[in-house]
């Protein structure tokens, strides 16, 4: 039996065609929720079950899942991106705590991630993002970065995980706040998040703002803590980086939330 503090409860939002049902799949299977990953293209997603969504590889309906991630329980809707069933997200945004929005890493922000975003907004829940699709041909997560950015603000939108490599030599993620020695091309990136973060994080305690501008390092404990509070003020959109057709950055994404 998992208690509250051990229960996590979103819903995962966006454009439509951005790969949030594959998203939601691929956190089942990883989980071991079910056997198999499903596939929207197969027309067996776990997801998009009814004979219309699958007619249409499109989600038309919000679907509840849920899983167990290590010490957590997830639960989680998979929403459909359409303008037309625009109603479906928002009786899910209504029960869930956070919103977890997709992006295509290659189209960028679109009409659906803006309703999003709204949505988010409206009903005053954090909020967090993923730039998927990073495999894909023409894909630019700082491109995407920028223009995410450009609608919220840059010391609003700040990654978590930075991607290693680009289009099909997308090979994993980086981790901004405890990962060492990154690769040279993405060095700057992953700096200046850095220090975001920590600026965000030192704000949240008087104690920790003063050893921050003293130099002195944070505990683990203290990064944790901070993180989650920034994170629950709804001041800053943590952004992960990820394709959920390769199975890459999804984990650590699962492991953050």
Not at 85 to 107: F, H, K, P, T
Not at 161 to 175: A, L, R
Not at 200 to 226: F, P, W
Request: proline residues 5%; charged residues 25%; negative net charge.
């Amino acid at each position: 039996m998992k208690t509250a503090s051990q229960c996590r409860t979103f819903v995962v939002a966006g454009h439509s065609g951005s790969g949030k049902t594959s998203l939601c799949d691929l956190m089942l299977f990883k989980a071991g929720a079910v056997p198999r990953c499903g596939s929207v293209d197969q027309k067996n997603s776990i997801s998009d079950y009814m004979p219309e969504e699958q007619e249409k590889q499109s989600s038309i309906y919000s679907t509840p899942l849920h899983c167990d991630w290590k010490d957590t329980r997830f639960f989680f809707i998979d929403t459909p991106g359409y303008a037309e069933y625009a109603g479906e997200s928002v009786s899910a945004m209504r029960s869930a705590n956070a919103g977890l929005v997709v992006l295509d890493a290659v189209d960028g922000p679109q009409v659906g991630t803006a309703r999003a975003w709204k949505f988010t907004r409206e009903f005053k829940i954090p909020r967090f993002g993923v730039i998927n699709r990073l495999d894909r041909e023409r894909a630019d997560f700082a491109a995407t970065l920028e223009k995410m950015r450009h609608n919220h603000g840059k010391n609003v939108v700040i990654p978590l995980t930075c991607p290693i490599g680009k289009e099909s030599g997308f090979s994993g993620v980086f981790d901004v706040i405890y990962g060492e020695n990154p690769p040279p091309e993405i060095a700057d990136i992953v700096e200046e998040a850095r220090t975001l973060w920590f600026d965000a994080i030192a704000e949240t305690d008087e104690e920790i703002m003063e050893r921050y501008l003293d130099g002195q390092s944070l505990t683990k404990e203290e990064i944790d803590k901070g993180l989650r509070q920034v994170v629950l003020s709804q001041r800053v959109i943590p952004v992960f980086a990820a394709s959920s057709a390769k199975d890459i950055g999804v984990t650590e994404m699962m492991d953050y939330i």
